[in-house]
C-alpha cells in the first residue's frame, strides 16, 4: 500500500487553493477590465448623441419672430427653406385613425412635384392606413392626369415622362407595433425591442446596404432610383412623424445612423391636433431629438407656467405675450 507523506498533500492543496485564488483575482480583474470598457463605450455613445443633437437653444431675434411673438427658425431651417426648389423624397409614419388623417391632410397640401417620392410606413395590422395611403395615391394620380390633359386652345400636351407618376414612387412599408392597445407593461419591452430591430433594418441597414424597398403594387422600375435620398442611400431625405408610438423606434434607428456619421433623414414632428393645452408622450419624447418640432396651437409654444390659473380667453392672450419655448414652432392649424 503507497503511502503519501502528509506534508506531500498539504503543499497539494496549498497549491490549488492558490491556483483558484489566482483564477478568482484574473476573473475579479477581466471584470473590472470590461466594466471600465463598457463605461468609456457608454461616456463616448453619450458624448456623441449629445454632439448630434440638433442645436435650436434659442438664438431668436426680432426677425426670427412672427407675429405673436411665435417662433421662426433659423440656420439649418433656413437653409432648407432657400432650396425650396430642389426635389427630395417624404417617407410619412401613418399611425392609425386621426393620425393617419392629419398625416395625409399634411401630405395633400404637400407639392407633388417636389416630394416626388413618398414611402408611407405603417404599423402591422393597420389596415385602415395602408387603405387610405392608396386611395390618397390614386387621388393624387388622378388629379396629376386632369391637370396634364391639354386644353383644346393648347398646342401640345406635356410629355408623360414630366408628369408626376404617383403609384410609381410611392411604397407602403410595414413595421411591427411598438405597443398595442391595452398591452401589458410587462410584455411591452419585448414588442418594442422587436419593432427597434426592424426599424433598424428597415429605417437604417436596408437603404444602406441594398436601396429602398419595392414599390407599391403594380409600380414602375424607376421607383428604385427615385426613392433614393439624394445625399445617399436613405430611406427619405425627410421623415414626416405626428406622435404614434412607433415613432420612437424609427427616431432611434436614424440616430443609429447618425452616431456613426452616415447619411440619415431630417426629423421632422408635427404635433397632433389635438393636443391643445400639454404635449403627448411621444412628443416629450422625441422634442429634443427631431430637428423641427412644429405644434399647431400657440400656448404649446409658450412656457407651461404662462396660462396657469387662466380661463380660455386670458389663456390666448397670456401665451402670446411670453417668449416662445426656443425649440418649438408654431405656425397655425396645419389640418
Known amino acids: 500500500m503507497l503511502l503519501i507523506p502528509e506534508d506531500a498533500i498539504l503543499r497539494f492543496r496549498h497549491s490549488l487553493l492558490h491556483d483558484a485564488a489566482q483564477r478568482a483575482a484574473a476573473a475579479h480583474q477581466l471584470v473590472i477590465l470590461l466594466a471600465q470598457v463598457a463605461l468609456a463605450l457608454a461616456l463616448c455613445v453619450a458624448a456623441r448623441i449629445w454632439f448630434i443633437l440638433p442645436r435650436r437653444a434659442g438664438r431668436t431675434s426680432s426677425s426670427s419672430a412672427g407675429a405673436g411673438g411665435i417662433h421662426r427658425p433659423r440656420g439649418r431651417a433656413a437653409h ?5 426648389d430642389e426635389t427630395c423624397s417624404l417617407a410619412l409614419l401613418l399611425g392609425s385613425g386621426g393620425h393617419t388623417t392629419e398625416m395625409l391632410q399634411l401630405l395633400s397640401a404637400l407639392p407633388p412635384q417636389r416630394y416626388a417620392s413618398r414611402t408611407y410606413l405603417v404599423s402591422s395590422g393597420d389596415r385602415f392606413s395602408a387603405h387610405k395611403a392608396r386611395e390618397h395615391e390614386r387621388g393624387m394620380r388622378a388629379a396629376v392626369q386632369t391637370q396634364s390633359q391639354p386644353d383644346s386652345d393648347s398646342a401640345a400636351a406635356p410629355a408623360a415622362e414630366d408628369v408626376v407618376k404617383e403609384e410609381e414612387n410611392a411604397r407602403i412599408i410595414v413595421l411591427p407595433r411598438a405597443r398595442d ?11 418594442l425591442l422587436r419593432s ?64 456613426f456619421a452616415l447619411p440619415s433623414p431630417r ?3 408635427v404635433e397632433s391636433f389635438a393636443r391643445v393645452r400639454h404635449l403627448s408622450l411621444t412628443g416629450k419624447l422625441l422634442r429634443p431629438l427631431v430637428d423641427r418640432f412644429v405644434v399647431q396651437w400657440p400656448q404649446l409654444a409658450a412656457p407651461a407656467t ?6 380660455a380667453k386670458e389663456e390666448s392672450k397670456v401665451t402670446l405675450q411670453v417668449p416662445p419655448c426656443a425649440d418649438v414652432e408654431c405656425i397655425g392649424w396645419l389640418v
Not at 432648407?80 to 425650396?84: I, V
Not at 414599390?215 to 405626428?242: C, E, F, H, W, Y
Open 267 to 269: 426629423l421632422i414632428y
Open 306 to 311: 404662462a396660462a396657469a390659473g387662466s380661463d
Open 80 to 84: 432648407a427653406s432657400a432650396q425650396a
Open 196 to 259: 427597434l430591430l426592424v426599424c433598424l433594418w428597415v429605417v437604417a441597414l436596408q437603404p444602406l446596404l441594398f436601396g429602398p424597398s419595392p414599390p407599391l403594387p403594380g409600380a414602375g422600375a424607376k421607383t428604385g432610383q427615385s426613392g433614393r435620398g439624394r445625399r445617399g442611400r436613405m430611406l427619405a431625405d425627410v421623415i414626416l412623424l405626428n406622435g404614434p408610438g412607433t415613432c420612437v423606434p424609427v427616431v432611434l434607428a436614424v440616430y443609429v445612423l447618425r452616431i
Open 181 to 191: 392597445v391595452h398591452q401589458s407593461v410587462l410584455t411591452t419591452p419585448l414588442t
